[in-house]
């Protein structure tokens, strides 16, 4: 029998720190496009308080998760005991995705991930930390995941990354990482979305300043105009 609640409970917390794996699941806005799956490892989830966890996001060959928070903020995190009692829990909720150098990035980071992730070479696997709001929390039996032993984590990605340059990095980013499957752009620093929603940054600036300048210069003319008329 399935059951919802509001929030995380501190059972709730302790059963999920233990699990090994999680999913992500996220879609595009609308009823097009394709729903996106990932299965996250490497103690990248953390806890933070009863409606809030944040998960350590790392380089992949596509960006469907952040393309998809950044068009809709709809993501859920999915987890299942493969050992002991059964279990599935499913945590809905809204994200919002921080890259490196960016102060909520930054100080998330250092908090919660700095310990493993900050050696450099470890840290070239990082591309953001992604920020989840829960809303609902859900819970149902779980009686037909199959049991599987943990064994050790891959560290095949990692090493991956660590073998990289930075231009050969910055290649595969504006390479993979520019749009969804769906065409939908992820804007990450580095990729051609990323500079569109740079320039869209400075182009807003811009247009807020357009109707104090004119009216500066609106301002201007009519003195002007009443100097010379009083010069009449």
Known sequence: MGSFRDALTE???EWIS????YFVATSPQG?????????????????????????????GSGCETISHLRENGRITIMLCAFEGAPRIMRLFGRGVVYEPGQPKFDGLFEEHFASEWRDPDRFKFVRSIIDVELELVGQSCGFA???????????????????????????????DNTVSIDGIPSFLEGTDSGLVQAKRRASSAMHAMVPWVGGAALGAALAVAAVRSGLK
């Open 11 to 13: 059972s709730d917390k």
């Open 18 to 21: 233990k699990q090994k794996v």
């Open 145 to 175: 995941v199959p049991f599987m032993d943990y064994k050790d984590e891959r560290i095949t990605l990692v090493n991956h990354h660590r073998g990289k340059t930075d231009e050969a990095r910055a290649r595969s980013r504006s390479k």
């Open 31 to 59: 009823s097009d496009g394709h729903v996106n799956t990932s299965p996250k490892g490497y103690d990248s989830l953390r806890i933070l308080n009863s409606n809030r966890i944040v998960l350590l996001d790392g380089r």
